[in-house]
């Protein structure tokens, strides 16, 4: 099951991915207006992983994994 922390802390972004995660799974965030903030790429065999994203500006964001249709909301701020 995905996990994402519900808020961010220093700049980052903790993602916790399922157990037996191999595949590249394509992810962005998305601010409120639906306007997508970073994209990028998930890869290798991994169960947690940390994404920066100090450079956005403090308001309320989407985690999306596109193969899964996984939307998971968390605040910056």
Not at 42 to 69: A, H, N, P, S
């Amino acid at each position: 099951m995905l996990k994402i922390t519900e808020n961010v802390i220093d700049g980052i972004l903790e993602i916790i991915l399922p157990a037996q995660h191999h595949a590249a799974w394509k992810y962005k965030i998305v601010c409120t207006k639906g306007d997508v903030k970073l994209q990028g790429n998930i890869t290798g065999f991994t169960q947690r992983t940390c994404l920066y994203v100090g450079d956005l500006k403090k308001g309320k964001y989407e985690f999306v994994m596109d193969d899964e249709r996984i939307v998971m909301p968390f605040t910056i701020g």
